[in-house]
């Protein structure tokens, strides 16, 4: 028996405000999309999960789930109901005898309600999670009351809302042909065909990502919870230091500044991000930069140094493992740093999965002492602690 899973992704989402659609947001340094998809993969009952996106966020996406091994994802339509719809005959090659179809801004699913969904259509051609509402309900036309509806009854519907594969593929395959629009659930789409629904109790905490402050709450939830399991802490150093040579920038943290010269290395030469990197690898006991990337191996001859720095924190991800913060000092006469550490900042976030509040660079000159006073080269100090279960 097969179970897939369809993760509806496809709305602009602006409503959150921010740069980016809310499912591409970062919460607990994921995406909300990566969490979503993440719980669907690692569920044991789920053998297909299939994301549906909207039109031109395919590099976001890319981006989002990197790493996490899904199958490419189909582009939605203009309504939710057509991009269910493109998602559902999207699977049909894996002959599912059940599908999950779930928001893509419901990254707190749980374990137990996606087992409960797959379990209720044992009995039900369709299941969906609800929670019975619990506040007075007011119909209230133009802002005055004109009754109290009685709530004996009364469900709002969650995800993951769960069917027979060939039931409710024909569901919309009939809404589809009839051109019925506006179905803003799969249960609606259901209802309109005819199909028994039964009603299981949802969780609270599954609830949608809609606001801004949605996010923002989300976010601390989702740090929260990763904090919580993971009581021990660590603290990891790393310095290096390389030479100047002729050249034109200097690559700091993985910004480039224009400089009269650049560093001088095997790779990029980005001195702050091997320290980093080194810090990262020393809170697992995990040997060095050179350990995994011998300067011996001609492959890394000047390869950008992020692809050290994500290693490292794979290695780290591996023991379950995440960075609590990083704090990175550079000791250069010149060039000057100040004006690039947000930049910086920036672009380290989603490499170590944390908000960029979570990282500190710092700059200062060594008033002309010593070698790196005599602008002979740039050295870097970093100090990261991390977490572990
Ligand atoms: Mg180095």
Not at 36 to 50: D, E, I, S, W, Y
Not at 86 to 95: M, S, T, Y
Not at 330 to 335: G, H, R, Y
């Amino acid at each position: 028996m097969t179970v897939a899973a369809v993760i509806v992704a496809g709305g602009s989402g602006l409503r959150a405000g921010g740069e980016r659609p809310k499912q591409y947001q970062l919460i607990g340094g994921r995406p909300v999309i990566w969490w979503t998809c993440r719980a669907f993969l690692a569920h044991p009952g789920v053998n297909v999960v299939q994301p549906v996106i909207g039109e031109g966020h395919e590099q976001m996406f890319a981006e989002a789930v990197d790493g996490l091994g899904l199958p490419l994802p189909v582009i939605g339509g203009s309504t939710r109901q057509d991009s269910c719809r493109i998602g559902i005959e999207a699977v049909a090659r894996h002959k599912p005898s059940k599908v999950l179809i779930h928001d893509a801004a419901r990254p707190f699913v749980s374990d137990a309600l996606i087992d409960n969904v797959i379990g209720w259509l044992d009995r039900f051609p369709a299941a969906i999670p609800g929670m019975p509402v619990a506040e007075t309900l007011k119909f209230a036309p133009g802002g005055m009351v004109s009754r109290t509806v009685d709530r004996a009854s009364i469900w709002t519907a969650q995800t993951p809302q769960g069917f027979s594969y060939d039931g409710i593929l024909a569901a919309y395959r009939k809404a589809e042909a009839e051109q019925t629009q506006g179905l803003t659930d799969d249960a609606s789409v259901a209802e309109h065909a005819g199909i028994a629904i039964s009603m299981l109790m949802g969780e609270l905490e599954n609830r949608k990502l809609t606001t801004a402050d949605d996010i923002v709450m989300a976010d601390r939830d989702m740090t929260g919870r990763q904090l919580q399991d993971r009581p021990d802490v660590r603290v990891g150093q790393g310095i290096d230091v390389h030479p100047f040579d002729d050249g034109d920038a200097v690559i700091l943290c993985g910004i480039a500044i224009p400089y009269s010269q650049r560093l001088k290395g095997h790779s990029d030469a980005d001195v702050a991000m091997h320290a980093l990197t080194d810090a990262i690898l020393g809170t697992i006991g995990e040997g060095d930069i050179g350990t995994h990337f011998p300067p011996s191996d001609p492959q890394w001859k000047g390869a950008a140094s992020r692809i050290f720095l994500a290693r490292a924190v794979e290695l780290l991800e591996a023991k379950r493992g995440i960075i609590a913060n990083a704090d990175i000092t550079i000791l250069a006469e010149a060039p000057k740093v100040s004006p690039h550490v947000a930049a910086m900042r920036a672009f380290l976030a989603p490499l170590l999965r944390v908000d960029p509040s979570r990282i500190a660079i710092k700059a200062t000159t060594m008033e002309k002492l010593g070698a790196i006073g005599r602008k002979e080269g740039i050295m870097a100090y970093a100090t990261v602690t991390v977490r572990l279960p």
